[in-house]
Each structure stands twice: as C-alpha cells, then as structure tokens.
C-alpha cells in the first residue's frame, strides 16, 4: 500500500494542479499522511527549475499550517487521533518518557524533526500534547522546514537531475550529521 501511496505521488508530479497536489500532501504529512512532500517536489522541481522557489514555499506554507493541525492533534485530541497515529508508527512505548523530557528540548526536537527524515507528524502532535507553547513550535516549524523545503529547491535549481539520487539517498543523513554538528557546537559553547 505504501507503494502505491508512493507511486501516486510521483505521478503526481506531472498534473497541471500539481502545486495543489503539493499543498494537499505537505499538509497532510505534517499530521498523518506517511509520504514526505520530496517525493512530488523533486519531479516538479526537476520539469520546471524556474519555480523552485514557488514549490518550496508552497510546501513550506502548507507543511507548518499541517502542522498546526497535529499540533492541535495532540492538544485536543490526542487519545482518540494521536496516540493511534503514534502507534501506528511504532511510538507508543516511548510516549510517556518523551513527555517528561519533551519540552525541555522542544525547540530542538521540532528542528530536527522539521529538517530530518525523522517523522515530522511525531513531533507535531507531541508537541501539542505536551503543551509546548505554540509560538515555539511555529516558529521552530517555519524555520525547520524553511531550511528543508529550500535547501532541496537549491540544490535542484542548482544542479539539477544529477543531484537527485544524492537528494533522496544521502540528504537526511548529512542533514543529521548537521544537526549534530550544531548540536555539538552549542553545547561546547554552553558548558566549555
């Protein structure tokens, strides 16, 4: 099934109301929806570099305002939405440790989860039900999937099909290894 939610997806790409498609998409998997907006902003990119930066922000727009909705997820709903969302996704015995901890890093976690391939939709809805303050989360959010969202219509405005594999094999890895990297640099600021 998540083939063909795949398969969908990239055909997509090639629909003349594809930026809608897009905005559907990148609004749903910031609160259910498994596949991430790369997969139709990379074809739609690709077919048409000059509006790279249209269909960033379109997916930018789309996934912070999805994101609100699992925000509100989590605060209002989350035993009936949210916990089986978080089940599904195998997260359901790390809910309660996560609470404790959560916003304490809630910024962070809302960064790395915005940026990297680790499921924004958690992060949404966690951070709804743990009360994170909401101007936290949406600015967190816009800044999160800001540098995503642009940093792919970069690259591919940039250097085009080429770097396409490298974009959907190696980019949540490195964008990993940059948030470590930032992690790492503040706290050798902090306590060095």
Do not use: C
Request: glycine letters at 8%; charged letters at 10%; hydrophobic letters at 60%.
């Amino acid at each position: 099934m998540l083939r063909a939610l795949y398969d969908w997806t990239i055909r997509m790409a090639e629909h003349p109301r594809a930026l809608w498609v897009l905005a559907a998409i990148s609004f749903a998997e910031s609160s259910v929806f498994p596949i991430p907006p790369d997969a139709l902003m990379i074809p739609m990119i690709l077919a048409r570099p000059s509006r790279a930066w249209l269909i960033a922000a379109v997916a930018l727009i789309s996934s912070v305002v999805g994101g609100m909705l699992g925000y509100a997820i989590g605060a209002f709903a989350f035993q009936e939405i949210g916990q089986p969302v978080l089940a599904t996704l195998g997260k359901s015995e790390a809910i309660a440790a996560f609470n404790t901890r959560f916003n304490d890093f809630g910024f962070w976690a809302v960064l790395t989860a915005g940026v990297t391939p680790f499921p924004y939709k958690v992060i949404t809805i966690m951070s709804g039900w743990t009360g994170m303050p909401v101007a936290t989360f949406l600015a967190t959010s816009i800044l999160a999937r800001g540098i995503r969202f642009f940093l792919v219509a970069a690259l591919l405005w940039k250097f085009g099909a080429p770097i396409r594999d490298f974009i959907e094999r190696r980019l949540g890895l490195l964008t990993i290894l940059f948030v470590l990297l930032l992690f790492g640099g503040f706290y050798i600021t902090r306590y060095l």
